[in-house]
């Protein structure tokens, strides 16, 4: 069965920091990984999307990357700001085109 | 494109009585989801559909969940009869497959309502 572990669980920053958010997942038999962003009382907003085939995607400040073989990825967030204060998800679509979250990383970026 | 539309957007019902939870997903999307995010179990996927077909419910918890999906652009979610457990937040997201196989899910991103607050007491 499919689990998805995101380390840490909270995280409090100054702003402009450089930080990275990690996921890990148990069965590589993946078919992309997806980093989603949570705003408290809302839905999820898809923040990048790797395929299984690839090793990193960018978008902005954002850059995630995936190493299938060890069933780790990495969002780094470059020159946080507040406005990326939110919750952070990862989710694995597995054999079975599922998603399958990680519990997140509720991240502070403080002024 | 407006997003995936739910309704309500909060749903407060004494336990025992009938709730139902709408969603329209994006206009040209053919796979729509259906999950329930709480504290202790997170996000989890309850069913999904294709082309208005239900082609997972593995994840329904139970007899007294049921979802439809009469046409492309309307889905319910039923509780009935709603227990105090199954407050949650529900969310319904959607996806587009270019040529309508499951396999495709893999290349497009899900795109999420705002989900619908529910509480049962």
């Known amino acids: 069965k499919q689990e998805v572990t995101q380390i840490p669980a909270a995280l409090s920053v100054p702003e402009g920091e450089n930080l990275v958010l990690n996921c890990s997942f148990t069965?590589?038999?993946?078919?992309?990984l997806q980093w989603f962003r949570q705003d408290p009382g809302k839905g999820l907003t898809s923040l990048l999307l790797?395929?299984?085939?690839?090793r990193e995607q960018t978008s902005g400040r954002l850059n995630a990357s995936l190493d299938k073989s060890s069933g780790r990825s990495t969002l780094y967030i470059a020159a946080s700001q507040p406005g990326d204060s939110a919750t952070y998800l990862c989710?694995?679509?597995?054999?079975?085109?599922?998603?399958?979250f990680g519990s997140g990383t509720r991240l502070l970026v403080r002024p | 494109d407006a997003g995936v539309i739910q309704s309500p957007r909060h749903e407060v019902t004494e336990m025992g009585q009938e709730v139902t939870l709408r969603c329209k997903p994006i206009?040209?999307?053919?796979?729509l989801f259906w999950y329930r995010q709480t504290m202790m179990r997170g996000l989890e996927l309850l069913i999904y559909?294709?082309?208005?077909?239900?082609?997972?419910d593995s994840g329904m918890p139970e007899d007294r969940f049921s979802a439809k999906m009469p046409n492309a652009s309307f889905s319910t979610l039923k509780i009935q009869p709603s227990e105090p457990r199954d407050s949650a937040v529900y969310f319904c997201?959607?996806?587009?497959?270019?040529?309508?196989?499951?396999?495709?899910?893999?290349?497009?991103?899900?795109?999420f309502g705002p989900g619908t607050r529910l509480t049962v007491t």
């Open positions: 989710a694995v679509m597995d054999s079975s085109y599922k998603l399958i």
């Open positions: 559909f294709n082309n208005n077909v239900p082609i997972d």
């Open positions: 790797i395929q299984s085939s690839q």
């Open positions: 206009s040209g999307h053919d796979y």
């Open positions: 997201a959607s996806s587009l497959s270019p040529l309508g196989t499951a396999i495709y899910l893999g290349t497009y991103e899900q795109y």
């Open positions: 069965d590589s038999a993946i078919y992309n």
